[in-house]
């Protein structure tokens, strides 16, 4: 079972990135996915879920209207658009794969936003 994050970097403010996360091991398609981010010196913060068929997504207030989550179960990929980008989205980005029974994570991606 393996996720895997890319697409981190460095970002002035005002910036882009698309994050990825590569699934391989699973039956990608069967779960739900998220996308995490943490600071350092802060806790865990959920950002975005999609539902399995990537027609249902939930975002937190902190990233409503800039972020979008997506997935290509076809692919086994999930990804996370982020826009309009400020300084304080500075932390290491962790995707997630979850059902009843299983939870897996990813080593992270590490997002910079800085001038």
């Known amino acids: 079972v393996q996720l895997v994050e890319s697409g981190g970097g460095l970002v002035q403010p005002g910036g882009s990135l698309r994050l990825s996360c590569g699934a391989s091991g699973f039956t990608f398609s069967s779960y739900v996915m998220r996308w995490y981010r943490q600071a350092p010196g802060k806790e865990r913060e959920l950002l975005a879920t999609?539902?399995?068929?990537?027609?249902?997504?939930n975002y937190a207030d902190s990233v409503k209207g800039r972020f979008t989550i997506s997935r290509d179960n076809a692919k086994n990929t999930a990804s996370l658009q982020m826009n309009s980008l400020k300084p304080e989205d500075t932390a290491v980005y962790l995707c997630?794969?979850?059902?009843?029974?299983?939870?897996?994570w990813g080593q992270g991606t590490q997002v910079t936003v800085s001038s």
């Open positions: 999609i539902n399995t068929a990537g027609d249902s997504t």
């Open positions: 997630n794969a979850r059902t009843y029974y299983y939870d897996y």
